[in-house]
């Protein structure tokens, strides 16, 4: 897997520069590179840095990728997920969670499918549609106790943390978004009413607004462009 050293520099430089910014409003966030699009090269040279959390939006880019890189990868699926394509998640062994499970039916799917596939508990998040948009994915507030009460009781599912795609458009002048003030909310919510004792991850932010995803709480950004550069339009 060979990458060039001035792409590695690149790469590198950028990835710093998120660390910094993170770090600079909450040292214990994690932050997962978004590699969707990007060859498995730039995966290979930040990991060479110690990079070990990588999301990935389609089922096929992630196995084809997850085969050919080191097994000690942390991989998010982040993307939309069919129920159908859950079987194929499950095959990856080194999958570390799904942050996109939205109903009963995902969950129920990926629990026999990972129990299956003859290796560990894989972790979930629950995706949450903080907006109210029809079109948006996630399930509403209102289910997430629900669903997450399932979760816990799958054999092979570990209920981990919440996910949001905040939309840009619910920044206020001051900058704060009322998403991610929903999300927040939603994991107050499904601690109490399950008496958790581990707090959930809190996956929210993106390259365009991770800085304030954190000071609303986020303790797990997603960030692609800002680190990969600019992706091909699909
Ligand atoms: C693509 C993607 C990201 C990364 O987006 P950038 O704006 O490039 O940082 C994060 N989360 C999800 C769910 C995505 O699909």
């Keep these: 897997m060979s990458y060039t050293k001035e792409r590695r520099e690149e790469l590198v430089s950028n990835l710093r520069e998120v660390e910094a910014e993170i770090a600079a409003v909450n ?26 959390d990588f999301g990935e939006n389609y089922v096929q880019e992630l196995t084809d990728k997850a085969k050919e890189l080191p097994k000690d990868i942390r991989w998010h699926f982040i993307g939309g997920l069919q129920s159908n394509k859950c079987k194929d998640l ?38 949450v549609n903080t907006s109210g948009e029809e079109q948006k994915s996630g399930c509403k507030p209102e289910e997430v106790v ?32 009322e998403e991610f003030e929903v999300l927040r909310k939603c994991s107050e919510v499904v601690t109490s009413e399950l008496q958790l004792v581990e707090p959930l991850v809190l996956s929210m932010g993106m390259s365009g607004d991770f800085v304030q995803a954190l000071k609303q709480g986020s303790s797990s950004v997603r ?8 992706r091909p339009k699909k």
């Design 146 to 177: 629900e669903i997450a009460k399932f979760i816990i009781d799958c054999d092979n599912l570990e209920l981990r943390g919440l996910m949001t795609i905040g939309s840009y458009g619910a920044s206020s002048s001051d900058g704060f978004n």
């Design 90 to 127: 499950a095959k990856i062994e080194n999958i570390y969670v799904v942050e996109t499970i939205d109903s009963i039916k995902k969950a129920r799917k990926l629990d026999e499918a990972r129990g299956n596939s003859g290796f560990g508990k894989v972790g979930v998040y629950i995706q």
């Design 223 to 230: 960030v692609g462009s800002r680190i990969f550069g600019e």
């Design 27 to 52: 040292d214990k966030a994690k932050l997962v590179c978004v590699s969707k699009f990007k060859p498995a090269s730039d995966i290979q040279a930040l990991y060479d840095e110690g990079v070990r």
